[in-house]
């Protein structure tokens, strides 16, 4: 319990605001600042005020809680360290102007940590040596640095924000996967004690390396990643999601040009030809770092997914419109039939079951309706290339997928040996041998998925808590201060509750009820005792759910031991 005593609204730190923040664009960042959880220190960068830091230490103690649950053992690392280590990694020239360096007085260059792959391992390399010391896992919760291109939304994308990280070292794939599968696992119970709506989903590695990697998404419309999930329990990030993508075919038969003078695009196409979207083939120019010219051909209906291009056709670029007409490409009419000398086509791979494509002639003004790949052209290359679609099939049950978007607030990935080699950490396996220690990297984000549940929690008087991370987890509403009746009994109901372990917070500020109310509501209480004159006099107080917005008179002999009760099983619900 992060309260044992309770606290005095009168003698608390908690300037609430009525005004948003100029700055503010979404609900979790409006209402953090307003609730008097936290201020702005510059871009990116904020402090926390003590409603908002007793919030943040019950989310941190979840975390911790389901780290040492499954066995990982919490530690501190520095934040300040040297370039070296980045060097050794590589990672000072990869991760660009995200890192933040700096030097000392002696000119020794150093770098915030952006996260602690680098220092973890050259903490073990040399300590840690037997395959009969593994696995070993541990953790720590710290703030982390990063020079986001674009710091927003408050706490979703900060530049100093906290992270809990946890790191694991292994002697065999069977090891590595029990512990991904463990703190996969741990996840989820954080996600269900947060009381979030998440998805755990497939997604890219991105800049840490690796394969094997899953991202808890909690879904919300600001989230800036999306998501493509279906019933069956499929769900990946839509950078990543083989959907299915079932492309429509206009006509069968010979290959027919056809007159289109149009604005060269797709939807264009498809009205003059009235034809939906999906029956078209969306054509785009591109160019490799060597030099080697391609056309990507994806359904007309979809995006392509440039993530996935990148990985693909690693630095690609698209053709500029001068580099397209010095290249003999025709913008708007081009096609897989007829390109010039030496220009690739490459697919997307939901085209190769369509026989027949609608696509540009090569020739303005003209497009082709069943184009037939095998027949009247090749492709050199088929790659999963389009983004996921509301409608695209499920890649694992077949039925249609659907997109929401989330909030990442966790990533657990299998790094394999990508830092113990590069780094030098190895250990004696079991047949004497020296190995490279495979290792696993887990992020949370600790500020993030605090701003996560306020995304998810909240109404239009302010923040919603679940009791597992709400600042206190009663408020006691005195409303006429300086009552004979009314002040002592506000304060023994909130002494007893104290006394029943329950955090308590007692508004004892002389302020109207009007004001008490509202700032009940913003900082969001998850229960509400209200103190009046005319209810004390018939033996009764308020109880109110914040949440649900019932209000329930109380006798007074009753009140403690029911909201007792009602804490008891909101406690349940979130453990
Ligand atoms: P993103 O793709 O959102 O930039 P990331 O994949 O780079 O995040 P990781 O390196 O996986 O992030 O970091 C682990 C966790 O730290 C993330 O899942 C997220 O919850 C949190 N996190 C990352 N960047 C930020 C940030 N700028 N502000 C707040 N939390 C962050
Ligand atoms: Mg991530």
Redesign the pocket.
């Known amino acids: 319990m992060s309260t044992t005593h309770l606290l005095r609204m009168s003698q608390f730190y908690a300037p609430t605001l009525k005004e948003d923040p100029v700055d503010a664009e979404i609900a979790s960042h409006r209402l953090l600042i307003r609730a008097a959880m936290m201020r702005k220190v510059a871009s990116?960068i904020y402090s926390f005020l003590p409603l908002g830091f007793l919030a943040l230490k019950k989310l941190e103690q979840i975390v911790r809680e389901e780290m040492c649950a499954i066995g990982s053992q919490e530690m501190q690392m520095s934040i300040i360290q040297p370039a070296d280590l980045w060097h050794e990694s590589g990672r000072w020239d990869d991760y660009g102007p995200e890192l933040f360096r700096l030097n000392d007085r002696h000119e020794n260059t150093f770098a915030l940590a952006?996260?602690h792959e680098e220092l973890i391992t050259s903490l073990i390399r040399n300590e840690l040596r037997s395959y009969k010391e593994l696995p070993k896992s541990l953790f720590h919760i710290t703030n982390?640095y990063?020079d986001?291109i674009r710091?927003r939304f408050g706490?979703?994308?900060?530049?100093e924000?906290i992270?809990k990280?946890a790191y694991d070292f292994h002697a065999s794939k069977e090891s590595l996967q029990q512990g991904y599968d463990d703190m996969a696992n741990a996840y989820g119970r954080i996600c269900e004690r947060l009381g979030l709506t998440y998805y755990p989903v497939e997604a890219d590695s991105?800049?840490?390396g690796g394969k094997v990697t899953t991202?808890?998404m909690a879904l919300a419309d600001v989230g800036?990643?999306e998501l493509a999930y279906c019933g069956c329990g499929y769900a990946a990030n839509t950078e990543v999601a083989q959907a299915n993508i079932q492309p429509q075919v206009f006509k069968a038969g010979e290959l027919e040009k056809l007159h289109t003078p149009i604005e060269g695009s797709i939807a264009a196409l498809a009205e003059f030809l009235g034809i939906p979207t999906k029956a078209t083939v969306k054509a785009l120019a591109i160019k490799e770092p060597s030099g080697a010219l391609s056309v990507l051909f994806i359904p007309g209906d979809h995006e392509l997914g440039e993530l996935k291009a990148d990985k693909a056709l690693p630095g690609f670029d698209f053709l500029t419109d001068e580099e397209m007409q010095d290249s003999g490409l025709v913008k708007g009419f081009m096609g897989p039939v007829g390109l010039p000398q030496g220009v690739r086509v490459i697919a997307d791979v939901s085209l190769k079951d369509t026989a027949h494509w609608v696509t540009g002639a090569n020739e303005p003004d003209y497009h082709f309706a069943a184009a037939a790949p095998g027949r009247d052209f090749d492709v050199d290359l088929w790659l999963d290339l389009a983004t996921a679609q509301p409608g695209d099939l499920c890649p694992t049950c077949g039925k249609p997928l659907q997109l929401a978007r989330g909030?990442?607030?966790?990533?657990v990935?299998q790094l394999g040996t990508k830092y113990s080699e590069s780094m030098g950490a190895s250990f004696m396996a079991e047949d004497g041998s020296e190995k490279p220690f495979l290792m696993g990297c887990y992020?949370?984000?600790v500020?993030?998925?605090l701003a996560a549940v306020v995304e998810q929690y909240n109404d239009e008087n302010g923040i919603i808590w679940p009791i597992s991370v709400a600042p206190a987890e009663v408020a006691v509403l005195p409303l006429a201060l300086g009552d004979e009746l009314v002040e002592p009994a506000s304060l023994r109901i909130a002494q007893e509750l104290i006394a029943a372990g329950i955090e308590t917070v007692i508004d004892d500020r002389d302020e109207r009820a009007g004001v008490k109310f509202n700032d009940a509501d913003l900082i969001g209480w998850p229960y509400q005792i209200v103190v009046g004159k005319r209810g004390l006099e018939a033996g009764e107080v308020e109880l109110k759910d914040r949440r649900s917005g019932q209000k329930q008179q109380i006798p007074l002999t009753e009140i403690v031991s029911q909201v007792r009760a009602v804490v008891e099983d909101a406690r349940q619900a979130y453990r």
């Open positions: 990116g952006p996260t982390k990063r986001e710091p706490l979703l994308r900060g530049r924000f992270m990280d991105g800049q840490i991202e808890f800036e990643a909030i990442e607030v966790g990533q990935f992020g949370w984000g500020t993030r998925s």
